[in-house]
């Protein structure tokens, strides 16, 4: 049973960090991993996506140059460190697996497994 637990969610200042890790079990993916968020109120946005190799990612310009995604295949895990947080960025994030090996989508519809999500809340 495939399953993908994120970690490191919680309450910061504006301008502090966070690191995000999403771990995932049931089998190993050579995929497109993304991660999203979701706003009280707002629908589910993209926010950053990496390849298999690491070699190309993309991210939401809100985000671009201050958060990075990685991951780490040997830990079947990816991260998502947040820099200059903002209260803008106040959002549960959620961690998804694209159908896709190669190329990265933006839209939800592509990801076929999530985790259960961690809150974020940025203070001003």
């Known amino acids: 049973q495939v399953q993908l637990v994120e970690s490191g969610g919680g309450l910061v200042q504006a301008g502090g960090s966070l690191r995000l890790s999403c771990a995932a079990s049931?089998?190993?993916?050579?995929?497109?991993m993304g991660w999203f968020r979701q706003a009280p109120g707002k629908e589910r946005e993209f926010v950053a996506a990496?390849?298999?190799?690491?070699?190309?990612?993309h991210y939401a310009d809100p985000v671009k140059g201050r958060f990075t995604i990685s991951r780490d295949n040997a830990k079947n895990t990816v991260f998502l460190q947040m820099n200059s947080l903002k209260p803008e960025d106040t959002a549960v994030y959620y961690c998804?697996?694209?159908?896709?090996?190669?190329?990265?989508?933006?839209?939800?519809?592509?990801?076929?497994?999530w985790g259960q999500g961690t809150q974020v809340t940025v203070s001003s």
């Open positions: 990496i390849t298999w190799s690491g070699a190309t990612t």
């Open positions: 998804a697996v694209d159908r896709s090996y190669r190329v990265i989508h933006t839209t939800s519809t592509n990801y076929d497994y």
């Open positions: 049931g089998r190993t993916f050579n995929n497109v």
